[in-house]
């Protein structure tokens, strides 16, 4: 089991940078593929990033802007996001994989509480 808490959000104008955090709770960080997801209002949770060892994956619309990292020495998790859009605002959630592919939400069993990000025109 792990316990997961997110960090870092925060509101930005368009073009600027922040950079999110998931502290991990628990001895197995390390063998868990984690994930950030992100929700808008009136829309349904999406993936934006999967780390597995290491290999990445990104949704295609943030390809070249989002940075995906961990630090399994301090069970931590990042997303370094830059150029940031408008359409980026959403709370961002990390989560730890169980079982299932890694874009889908209902892989996941473990989800941290969320942290807005809110980018301004």
């Known amino acids: 089991q792990v316990q997961l808490v997110e960090s870092g959000g925060g509101l930005v104008q368009a073009g600027g940078s922040l950079r999110l955090y998931c502290a991990a709770s628990g001895r197995t960080f390390s063998t868990y593929t984690m994930a950030w997801f992100r929700q808008a209002p009136g829309k349904e949770r999406e993936f934006v990033a999967h780390i597995s060892g290491g290999l990445t994956r990104y949704i295609d619309s943030v390809t070249g802007r989002f940075t995906i990292s961990r630090d399994n020495a301090k069970n931590t998790l990042s997303l370094q996001m830059n150029s940031l859009k408008p359409e980026d605002t959403a709370v961002y959630y990390c989560?730890?994989?169980?079982?299932?592919?890694?874009?889908?939400?209902?892989?996941?069993?473990?989800w941290g509480q969320g942290t807005q990000v809110t980018v301004s025109s």
């Open positions: 989560a730890a994989l169980t079982t299932g592919p890694p874009i889908k939400p209902e892989s996941y069993r473990y």
